[in-house]
Antibody, heavy 117, light 110 residues
């Protein structure tokens, strides 16, 4: 199993960024997927989840209406469109595979998003 | 402030046992399965325990999990210096319709 995130970088407050996650080594279309973030020096924060067929989507309150999770099962890819970014969105964003009951069994290496003027 | 409450730090000597608690409510731990994660410095988290007390393949039986009511506990026996890491509990919160994690516990092996 391999999860490789890309798309992070430096963006100004109010700006947008799109994160991507390339999945390999498993049947991507049969697993739910998550985004989890970690602000510098802080703990883990679950951000969003999407079911295997994209029919069920959840967000943490702090990003609902600003972030959009999506997936392309034909391309084995997960995405996170982040709009209206705030300084407090600065974090390492992990792509993570859902498994068992509400657990996450594989994590990517993370991509750093920095929101600063 | 995290939905799940963990002690900020615990410590013990090599070879000893340590437990890490995770306290929640009926909307999360009380009615959903708990998982535990280990995060070594500078690395991504790693799943240690799922479904309250099950270990993924490759996780040694020195690591154990339990749940009672609205609290869960991670136990680590035969502590090694390589166990020094941050440990997080996680579950689903049915009221929030969101995943939740504890604030993390830093384990120091003295």
């Amino acid at each position: 199993v391999q999860l490789v995130e890309s798309g992070g970088g430096l963006v100004k407050p109010g700006g947008s960024l799109r994160l991507s996650c390339a999945a390999s080594g498993f049947t991507f279309s049969t697993y739910s997927m998550n985004w989890v973030r970690q602000a510098p020096g802080k703990g883990l924060e679950w951000v969003s989840a999407i079911s295997s067929s994209s029919n069920i989507i959840y967000y943490v309150d702090s990003v609902r209406g600003r972030f959009t999770i999506s997936r392309d099962n034909a391309k084995n890819s997960l995405y996170l469109q982040m709009d209206s970014l705030r300084v407090e969105d600065t974090a390492v964003y992990y792509c993570a595979r859902g498994a068992y009951s509400y657990a996450i069994d594989y994590w990517g290496q993370g991509t750093l998003v920095t929101v600063s003027s | 402030q995290s939905v799940l409450t963990q002690p900020p730090s615990v410590s013990a000597a090599p070879g000893q046992k340590v437990t890490i608690s995770c306290s929640g409510s009926n909307s999360n731990i009380g009615n959903n399965y708990v998982s535990w994660y280990q995060q070594l410095p500078g690395t991504a988290p790693k799943l240690l325990i799922y479904d309250n007390n099950k270990r993924p393949s490759g996780i040694p039986d020195r690591f154990s999990g339990s749940k009672s009511g609205t609290s869960a506990t991670l136990g680590i026996t035969g502590l090694q210096t390589g166990d020094e890491a941050d440990y997080y509990c996680g579950t689903w919160d049915s009221s929030l319709s969101a995943g939740v994690f504890g604030g993390g516990t830093k384990l120091t092996v003295l």
